[in-house]
């Protein structure tokens, strides 16, 4: 059989002479930097290690940025973020056993988020793998075991000339619809030792198109087409998969309203007429989508949360566009397709037929209107006057990261993002001390857009080590803290169900007098001045902190 090199690029002289005669000195961690340069990576986050210094000192004989964060989760939050930012693979470095296991929350939030995380963990030398119990530092007896239920794929090397596969291959999964975390694993022995391969140039690893069936869309088109009351749900794959113009001029083809779930939020315009706007646990809006006789899904799984806990029943038909086949008609009956978002509602657009319904922004109108009227009914105007001022002080291109916390809730439902991909909370898997390590990550994927991160006094103590990261990178992110002395959430559900609320109250420190220790200037600020001493903060260069002292409480839910 002959194979044709004619279209492959060719080697200059010079180029041949390097390939012949590799730099000497170089090892295993070498590989794993030039292979990260050659699929185009600038910039890496992580923790060193013992078993993994092969790869940190590489490092500092390539052109990558290497972004540093204090533990090792927290750097999994950032990677997370710079992967939903940019859209690209965001390598994290982790050493082996307690290194490797404390990224697990942080890899477990990239997976429930679809974010490309690519972590590359060291192992105990080659002579230990196997669950002998030789007794090395850091062993487990099988670290692949405790990450393969939460990453997309795992890949592993056990001798030099496997890097540059393994990352090519790990890379081409977390890249490939739906966006996920994987995990490359490499003894500290490989990484150590010297190799005489070539240098590694440029790789390809070109994730594969996903493209929905035609007769899916056929049979989609006609039934949104024919339909007398069609609504879409907006998931976080419209986001990710940049689809919220097609999404909209979809919605506006066959007059349908829109509601974004949590994730998806920005996928479609705040203050549309056809915006329904994300009020998800609202029961106006779930006997909305109830109502209608064809409901299409993109890039959601209609979760706990994007149910209005699961007790939404809808009555009509349901098209569900989803990249991850484990959710399709994981809830509900549906048209599923299997399909990335941008290219089903690219597809759809072409197939559909124009469709006119006078009506369908009054019915919208309606609906906002009768949730108005129950916050409204709630003596809630603390928590919609600090949203408020969150989003006036908030720049429209600016990022924003929010933390488990009773501000983020509201945020998820009644906070205008304006944007797409600009508002990122840590609800996919819903663990505390996301928000501040992510927007670092966040600064580093765009250093000249100011970041802002909300937390809670609970989620905050997960992420405080962080400030002294933020100032050695000085981040242009501002931090605001809003303190309640507790986990207010969890103090709110305890003291609805069992009368009084127990392990939820904490001690915590002067958070103005601790920032300003790390270098960070800091702010203790009220729900009137808010505004301006956020948007102050935001305006200036580097780090900040904004404290806000408030009790806030949630709106009454519409589910129990």
């Known amino acids: 059989m002959s194979h044709d090199h004619d279209d492959r690029p060719q080697l200059s002289p010079a180029q041949a002479a390097a390939v012949l005669t590799p730099p000497p000195g170089r090892t295993g961690g070498d590989l794993v930097v030039e292979s990260l340069q050659g699929l185009g990576a600038t910039t890496v986050f992580g923790l060193p290690g013992q078993h993994a210094l092969g790869m940190f000192d590489a490092l500092r004989r390539s052109s990558l940025r290497y972004v540093g964060l204090r533990v090792e989760n927290n750097a999994g939050f950032a990677a997370d973020a710079y992967g939903r930012i940019t859209g690209e693979v965001a390598p994290l470095l982790l050493s082996t056993g307690p290194g490797a296991l404390t990224s697990l929350a942080a ?29 090395y530092l850091h062993e487990l007896r099988d670290q692949q075991a405790s990450v393969r239920d939460i990453v997309k794929s795992v890949h592993t090397v056990r001798a030099a000339s496997q890097i540059p596969s393994a990352i090519a291959a790990a890379w081409e999964s977390a890249l490939t619809a739906p966006h996920g975390p994987v995990w490359v694993e490499i003894p500290q022995d490989v990484l150590l030792a010297e190799t005489t391969l070539p240098v590694v140039s440029a790789m390809d690893a070109t994730p594969r198109e996903l493209y929905p069936r035609p007769e899916l869309t056929i049979a989609a088109a006609h039934l949104l087409s024919n339909a007398e009351r069609p609504v879409i749900i907006a998931g976080g794959g419209v986001v990710r998969s940049d689809a919220s113009g097609k999404l909209r001029a979809l919605a506006e083809r066959i007059d349908a309203p829109v509601v974004t779930t949590f994730g998806g939020k920005g996928a479609f315009p705040w203050e549309h007429p056809l915006s329904l706007r994300s009020w998800l646990e609202d029961r106006h809006t779930t006997d909305f989508l109830e109502d209608a006789d064809v409901l299409l899904v993109v890039g959601s799984g209609l979760g706990e949360l994007s149910s209005n806990y699961h007790t939404f029943r809808p009555r009509g038909r349901v098209i569900q566009i989803e990249a991850d086949a484990g959710k399709l008609e994981s809830n509900h009956p549906a048209l599923g397709i299997h399909s990335d978002a941008r290219e089903a509602l690219s597809d759809l657009l072409e197939a559909v037929e124009r469709r006119e319904d006078p009506d369908a922004a009054d019915r919208v109108r309606t609906v ?117 002395g507790g986990y207010g959430i969890l103090r709110e559900y305890m003291t609805d169900a069992y009368g009084e609320a127990t392990g939820t109250e904490l001690s915590r420190p002067d958070f103005v007098a601790l920032a300003e220790s790390f270098g960070v200037p800091a702010v203790r600020t009220t729900p009137e001045s808010l505004a301006a001493d956020l948007g102050k903060a935001l305006a200036t260069p580097g780090p900040s902190v904004v404290v806000l002292p408030a009790l806030l409480r949630m709106f009454e839910p519409t589910h129990l």
């Not at 105990?124 to 669950?131: D, H, M, R």
């Not at 009914?377 to 969150?390: F, K, M, W």
């Not at 857009?449 to 242009?476: C, K, N």
């Open 107 to 135: 890899l477990q939030e990239a997976a429930s988020a679809s974010a490309p995380v690519l972590a590359i963990a060291s192992q105990v030398p080659t002579a230990g793998l196997g669950g002998g119990r030789h007794g």
């Open 368 to 484: 906002l209107e009768k949730v108005r009227v129950r916050i409204e009914a709630q003596d809630l105007t603390l928590e919609q006057q600090v949203l408020a001022a969150v989003r006036q002080a908030l720049p429209d291109g600016s990022p924003s990261f929010w933390d488990m916390t009773i501000l983020s809730y509201w945020a998820w439902s009644a906070f205008d993002t304006r944007r797409p991909n600009t508002m990122h909370s840590a609800q996919g898997a819903g663990g505390l001390g996301y928000a501040f390590p992510a927007a670092i990550g966040a600064a580093a994927a765009d250093p000249t857009t100011p970041v802002l991160a909300v937390s809670g006094d609970g989620g905050a103590m997960y992420s405080i080590a962080e400030l002294a990261t933020a100032r050695q990178y000085d981040a242009p992110l501002t931090w605001l803290i809003v303190d309640d």
